[in-house]
């Protein structure tokens, strides 16, 4: 969507903040010993004291009101008794809501307790690619120079990225217009990020798979050749300098 009044900015602000602080307070509910299930009713519970409604439930029928990724799972992973948190797990919670009619989306990995898989350079590493991307843009500048940087970042630091999952626009429904924000350059996508927009930027950074392949159960996705993804993921507005971060109090970055 397009922000054209106070009203708007508002309402983004409000479904943003529903997100961003459900988010937050499951990492820090997450704990080992618990299954993702109780993890993710934990997360329900807050958003329906919000006032905000799952995306995902709403828009794709998931059994689930957030998306919990354990350890191989790249994203999309369903909430389940029988998946127990252990120490050392590399978690990916994806948190998207409707509220008021407007919609938001966030996300983040972290490492579950002390790194004894060394997942956390993996992280620190999303983390930064998403700040960076975040911070190049503005209005008037191609979506494809985004995944041209992206990539670059991560290709530096020894990593490769998910090139079939995306950022997206956002706002008055879960995807909308630009449908692709892809996290590598896009050489046919000419498209360009307008000022006063709203969308998602995420980043899919992986030790070794550059696709991400739907499981039996029709919904997990994992990466084609292996290995370990961190995504993390804000919604903002674009402007024409600094966005404006709608989901910030998320805390991933803190």
């Not at 009203?7 to 997100?19: C, K, P, T």
């Not at 909308?176 to 950074?205: G, L, M, Q």
Request: hydrophobic share 35%; net charge negative; aromatic share 6%.
């Amino acid at each position: 969507m397009s922000i054209t009044t106070e009203n708007e900015r508002i309402g983004m602000q409000h479904a943003s903040d529903a997100v961003a602080i459900t988010l937050k307070k499951m990492r820090e509910f997450a704990k080992p010993g618990i299954s993702t299930k109780e993890l993710d009713e934990y997360g329900g519970e807050l958003l329906t004291q919000m006032g905000a409604r799952s995306a995902p439930t709403l828009t794709y029928g998931f059994p689930g009101y957030t998306c919990i990724s354990i350890n191989e799972e790249t994203a999309h992973g369903i909430p389940s008794a029988n998946k127990i948190l252990k120490e050392g797990d590399l978690i990916n919670i994806d948190v998207s809501a409707e509220l008021n009619g407007y919609w938001a989306d966030n996300g983040g990995s972290f490492v579950l307790g002390e790194d004894i898989h060394g997942h956390g350079r993996l992280v620190e590493t999303s983390k930064e690619i998403l700040r960076k991307a975040i911070s190049n843009i503005k209005g008037g500048v191609r979506i494809s120079e985004i995944g041209r940087l992206i990539e670059t970042e991560a290709k530096k630091a020894g990593y490769t990225v998910i090139k079939n999952l995306t950022g997206h626009g956002i706002g008055r429904s879960l995807h909308e217009e630009p449908h692709e924000i892809a996290n590598y350059c896009d050489r046919y996508n000419t498209t360009r990020f307008k000022k006063n927009s709203v969308v998602a930027i995420e980043t899919f950074i992986s030790t070794r798979s550059t696709i991400a392949d739907t499981q039996a159960d029709g919904w997990t996705l994992s990466g084609n050749k292996g290995g370990f993804v961190a995504q993390h993921e804000h919604t903002i507005m674009v402007t024409g300098g600094q966005p404006m971060i709608f989901t910030a109090q998320n805390g991933i970055w803190d």
